[in-house]
Nanobody
């Protein structure tokens, strides 16, 4: 049973860097053709795609966020990480991580991030 859990600070000050980690359990990120992605939902709005890392290693970022985003992963810990620099209040959202292959996609429960001074 694959489970994902997001973790990170609930509150970040403007201009700081947000770092979120997604920990995967019940599956190894490297044993199947898994991709992973990050999605967020600002208050009162729909889901917004942040970016996607394919199994091949190719990474795709939202054009509106591309200059501030980076993805990384630690396969020894079965984790992948999102970093978002120079945050503003507009980055306030529930952030979700997802892991999938051709047949299934698994989501974390989401973590609230608020950007405020």
């Amino acid at each position: 049973h694959v489970q994902l859990q997001e973790s990170g600070p609930g509150l970040v000050k403007p201009s700081q860097t947000l770092s979120l980690t997604c920990t995967v359990s019940g599956a190894s990120m490297t044993t199947k053709n898994y991709y992973y992605r990050w999605v967020r939902q600002p208050p009162g709005k729909g889901l917004e795609w942040i970016g996607h890392r394919a199994y091949s290693g190719s990474t795709y970022y939202s054009p509106s966020l591309k200059s501030r985003i980076s993805f990384s992963r630690d396969t020894s810990k079965n984790q992948f990480t999102l970093q978002l620099t120079s945050v503003t209040p507009e980055d306030t959202a529930v952030y979700y991580c997802a892991l999938g292959d051709d047949d299934n996609e698994f989501w974390g429960q989401g973590t609230q991030v608020t950007v405020s001074s």
